[in-house]
């Protein structure tokens, strides 16, 4: 099955700088890459997502890259916020019924 | 809409005991999943539903986990009986992107 790792798994930025959060999966066929934002007591919030067909995708602060060859993607915040700080989870679905989730990656950005 | 709401917040039971979750979707998705968070695991799916209709339960652990939905509307999910090993945050997802807030399940 699908294998999906996350790193790194703590971050810490200074406010208003950029973050880079990174995931790798391991089957090739897999085709939606959504990522998800877990506050503290809140169950996972869908922020941005990607298909397979696209290779880059924006929204305001949030962005997306996809590498199909190396199998990689990635999530860039920049100009970041304290209420940016939160555990941010990648995933990868080929149905998009089945998800592998990576293990998170706690956001801490200090004012 | 109010979103997907499960229930209760927070549960604590003694070793043994039957436990119930529920969940109500967001009304006209015809999905609904049921995860489990733990530290050591990460984010798991259980099972989810497609109509109604289980698709896929492989991700459940044992035969003490059952999973319903008698309508498009409503979800349980029954641990029979309870272990310690079984605490851990179930989330209830309404057609793979929209989660619930989570139950806390605390088994002693």
């Not at chain 1, 790194?8 to 990522?35: H, M, R």
């Not at chain 1, 940016?84 to 956001?107: E, H, I, K, P, R």
């Amino acid at each position: 099955g699908e294998n999906v790792e996350q790193h790194p798994s703590t971050l810490s930025v200074q406010e208003g700088d950029s973050a880079v959060i990174k995931c790798t999966y391991s089957d090739s066929a897999s085709n939606y890459f959504p990522w998800y934002k877990q506050e503290l007591g809140k169950g996972p919030q869908l922020i941005i997502d990607i298909r397979s067909n696209v290779g880059e995708k924006k929204d305001q602060r949030i962005a997306v890259t996809l590498n199909k060859t190396a199998k990689h993607f990635s999530l860039h915040i920049t100009e970041t916020q304290p209420e940016d700080s939160a555990v941010y989870f990648c995933a990868a679905s080929l149905t998009g019924n089945q998800f592998y989730f990576g293990t998170g990656t706690s956001l801490t950005v200090i004012p | 809409d109010a979103g997907v709401i499960q229930s209760p917040r927070h549960e604590v039971t003694e070793m043994g005991q039957e436990v119930t979750l529920r969940c109500k979707p967001i009304s006209g998705h015809n999905s609904l999943f049921w995860y489990r968070q733990t530290m050591m695991r990460g984010l798991e799916l259980l099972i989810y539903f497609n109509n109604n209709v289980p698709i896929d339960d492989s991700g459940m652990p044992e035969d003490r986990f059952s999973a319903k939905m008698p309508n498009a509307s409503f979800s349980t999910l029954k641990i029979q009986p309870s272990e310690p090993r079984d605490s851990a945050v179930y989330f209830c997802a309404s057609s793979a992107s929209f989660f619930g807030q989570g139950t806390r399940l605390t088994v002693v």
